[in-house]
C-alpha cells in the first residue's frame, strides 16, 4: 500500500522522501523523482510531516521511535494497529511531535487511483493540517479524537474478514449438500462481496490483503473485545487455520477453500 500512495504523493508534486525495510522496493519511486533514505532517521530529517504504512504495531513503534524525529513535526500514521498502540505510540513519541491516526479502507488498486478512504483521528488542527496531503489518497472522512480511526479501522476490518468466514462456511455446507461450489459462489455473491471476489479472483492478481494480516486484525479486535465476541471468535479460526497452512502471505481469498482443497480434505 505505501508504494502506490507515495506515487500518488509524486503525482501531485510533493516533495517526497521515502525509506523501505526492503530498499528496492522503494527503486520506483526513486526512478520518478523521490529521494530514498539508508534509515528511517535520514528519511524524516528536514521535513515537517511524516507518513509511516507498516505491518504492524510493533514495527510502526520500531521505525517512528527509532526515528529522532523533530519537535514540531506531524506523524500521519496510516497502519492497522489498533487504538492501544496508537495511545502507546502518542505517550512515546518526543515532546511537540504531533500525532494522527489515519488508516485507509481499500486496497492496492484504490490507493493507485487515489479512491482510499482516509478516517482520520487526532486534535482538529492536526487533521486539518494534514488534510491536502490525505486528500490525495481520496476523500477523507474525520472520525474523531486521537486513536478512533485506529478504531474505525478495527471495526470495518473485524466485520470484512468475518464475512469471508461466512462465506468459507456457507460453501462448506453447499459442498455437503451437493450444490456446486460456482454455482454457491455465484448466488452468494449476488448478496455479498465477499463470495463475487473469491468467485472471480484471478489467481496471478496481486494480493492486495492476506490472510495473515487478517489474523493479526481479528487479533487486535478480539483483545478488546474479549471471549464473549462469538462471531469474530469464529471468523478467527479460519484465518488461524490459514496462517497455520502456510497460507499467511495469500490473499484473503484463500478463507474459503478451493474445490482441490475441499478434496483433499475428505
Do not use: C, Y
Amino acid at each position: 500500500m505505501g508504494a502506490p500512495m507515495a506515487g500518488r504523493l509524486l503525482a501531485a508534486g510533493h516533495e517526497l522522501t521515502v525509506w523501505n525495510r526492503t530498499p528496492e522496493r522503494a527503486a520506483p519511486l526513486a526512478s520518478r523523482g523521490a529521494r530514498t533514505a539508508a534509515t528511517p532517521a535520514e528519511a524524516v530529517a528536514g521535513h515537517d510531516l511524516v507518513i509511516s504504512m507498516l505491518t504492524d504495531a510493533a514495527a510502526v513503534h520500531d521505525v517512528l521511535l527509532g526515528a529522532r524525529i523533530a519537535p514540531g513535526t506531524l506523524v500521519v500514521e496510516m497502519s492497522t494497529i489498533g487504538p492501544d498502540a496508537v495511545r502507546e505510540l502518542r505517550e512515546r513519541l518526543p515532546a511537540g511531535v504531533a500525532l494522527v491516526d489515519a488508516p485507509v479502507l481499500g486496497s492496492v488498486p484504490h490507493a493507485e487511483a487515489g479512491e482510499l478512504i482516509i478516517m482520520p483521528g487526532g486534535a482538529d488542527a492536526d487533521v486539518e493540517r494534514a488534510a491536502d496531503v490525505l486528500g490525495v489518497f481520496g476523500p477523507v472522512r474525520p472520525v474523531g479524537a486521537s486513536g478512533q480511526g485506529a478504531a474505525a479501522k478495527l471495526v470495518v476490518n473485524s466485520a470484512l474478514i468475518a464475512a469471508f468466514g461466512a462465506v468459507a462456511e456457507a460453501v462448506q455446507l453447499a459442498t455437503s449438500l451437493g450444490l456446486d461450489r460456482d454455482t454457491a459462489l455465484e448466488l452468494l455473491g449476488r448478496a455479498l462481496p465477499q463470495a463475487e471476489r473469491t468467485r472471480t479472483r484471478n489467481p496471478d492478481a496481486p494480493v492486495t490483503f492476506t490472510a495473515g494480516l487478517a489474523d493479526k486484525d481479528l487479533g487486535l479486535a478480539l483483545g478488546l473485545l474479549g471471549p464473549d465476541a462469538g462471531v469474530l471468535a469464529a471468523a478467527r479460526a479460519h484465518t488461524a487455520a490459514a496462517v497455520e497452512r502456510g497460507l499467511g502471505g495469500a490473499d484473503i481469498t484463500v478463507l474459503v477453500p478451493s474445490e482441490a482443497a475441499d478434496a483433499r480434505d475428505h
